[in-house]
């Protein structure tokens, strides 16, 4: 199975001039080494990043003949394409402006917008209904890390996919294809808290099995971490077997650090 490394980079960089000086630094490096690597050309992980609204649009065509996807960070729950809904955008509307993928579900999103189990099981029918992949956040509070629920609230997180395919059956065959799963725990998003690789290997085991159950399909779905993945860890969690990736926020924001991840799931695949 490919890895995928995601760069979220949430409300940065701050300036059109600060997004194009990273996509330099990254498009830079990114073809140094595709040409240094020659004897592993199909080995190399996905990259995506997911830029903000505002960005969404310049990035994609950057990247366009590039070996990069863009994602958005979000879409809107009311419509796939267009309504009356000041500041949403749809996903018809991030398609429009480049982006393949978008980001749903992120912890950010439900705690701060308040997103419920019903409007995230839209925000998946809206995105595959314009043909864009989706990446499903999903992840503990540290209370309930501490209470031992992991596993029991990923399961209700995870239901949005089950109500989905209620409605939209066909899209089981093409599950493996259009879904990635990113497990975040909440206490180890931008908090240098990580658990360790034995506690996410078992939980993204735990995920593999309750979405083939879900879904009634034997094809194995892609699983990323996230939350405080970085240079000096990521090399841990690509040589577990269960680790599909990584989803990555603030060490995105620089090529060196966001291509150190990449590398260490590069050279799992070699």
Same mark, same amino acid.
């Given at each position: 199975?490919?890895?995928?490394?995601?760069?979220?980079?949430?409300?940065?960089?701050?300036?059109?001039?600060?997004?194009?000086?990273?996509?330099?630094?990254?498009?830079?490096?990114?073809?140094?080494?595709?040409?240094?690597?020659?004897?592993?050309?199909?080995?190399?992980?996905?990259?995506?990043?997911?830029?903000?609204?505002?960005?969404?649009?310049?990035?994609?065509?950057?990247?366009?003949?590039?070996?990069?996807?863009?994602?958005?960070?979000?879409?809107?729950?009311?419509?796939? #394409?267009?309504?009356?809904?000041?500041?949403?955008?749809?996903?018809?509307?991030?398609?429009?402006?480049?982006?393949?993928?978008?980001?749903?579900?992120?912890?950010?999103?439900?705690?701060?917008?308040?997103?419920?189990?019903?409007?995230?099981?839209?925000?998946?029918?809206?995105?595959?209904?314009?043909?864009?992949?989706?990446?499903?956040?999903?992840?503990?509070?540290?209370?309930?890390?501490?209470?031992?629920?992991?596993? *029991?609230?990923?399961?209700?997180?995870?239901?949005?996919?089950?109500?989905?395919?209620?409605?939209?059956?066909?899209?089981?065959?093409?599950?493996? *294809?259009?879904?990635?799963?990113?497990?975040?725990?909440?206490?180890?998003?931008?908090?240098?808290?990580?658990?360790?690789?034995? *506690?996410? #290997?078992?939980?993204?085991?735990?995920?593999?099995?309750?979405?083939?159950?879900?879904?009634?399909?034997?094809?194995?779905?892609?699983?990323?971490?996230?939350?405080?993945?970085?240079?000096?860890?990521?090399?841990?969690?690509?040589?577990?077997?269960?680790?599909?990736?990584?989803?990555?926020?603030?060490?995105?924001?620089?090529?060196?650090?966001?291509?150190?991840?990449?590398?260490?799931?590069?050279?799992?695949?070699?």
């Amino acid at each position: 199975m490919q890895a995928w490394v995601i760069g979220n980079w949430k409300q940065n960089p701050a300036t059109s001039h600060d997004v194009n000086v990273l996509l330099d630094d990254l498009l830079t490096a990114i073809n140094a080494e595709e040409q240094a690597d020659t004897e592993h050309p199909n080995s190399r992980c996905q990259l995506m990043v997911a830029p903000s609204y505002i960005h969404l649009a310049a990035v994609s065509t950057r990247l366009k003949n590039s070996s990069v996807l863009c994602a958005a960070q979000d879409i809107s729950s009311h419509s796939a #394409s267009t309504g009356a809904y000041t500041g949403d955008c749809s996903a018809q509307q991030v398609a429009d402006a480049g982006a393949t993928w978008t980001i749903v579900g992120h912890s950010e999103r439900r705690q701060y917008h308040k997103e419920s189990h019903d409007s995230l099981v839209q925000k998946l029918s809206h995105a595959l209904a314009q043909n864009l992949g989706v990446v499903l956040c999903i992840g503990e509070t540290q209370t309930q890390y501490d209470d031992q629920q992991t596993l *029991e609230v990923i399961d209700a997180q995870l239901a949005v996919i089950k109500d989905l395919l209620i409605q939209q059956p066909e899209l089981i065959s093409s599950l493996s *294809e259009r879904f990635i799963i990113a497990y975040e725990p909440v206490w180890a998003i931008g908090t240098g808290k990580v658990p360790t690789v034995a *506690e996410v #290997s078992k939980t993204h085991q735990h995920i593999k099995q309750k979405v083939a159950g879900l879904a009634d399909t034997a094809e194995a779905i892609t699983v990323l971490y996230g939350g405080s993945v970085n240079a000096d860890n990521a090399e841990s969690f690509a040589a577990d077997a269960m680790i599909d990736g990584a989803l990555v926020g603030g060490a995105s924001l620089k090529a060196e650090s966001f291509l150190a991840i990449a590398n260490a799931f590069n050279r799992v695949n070699a």
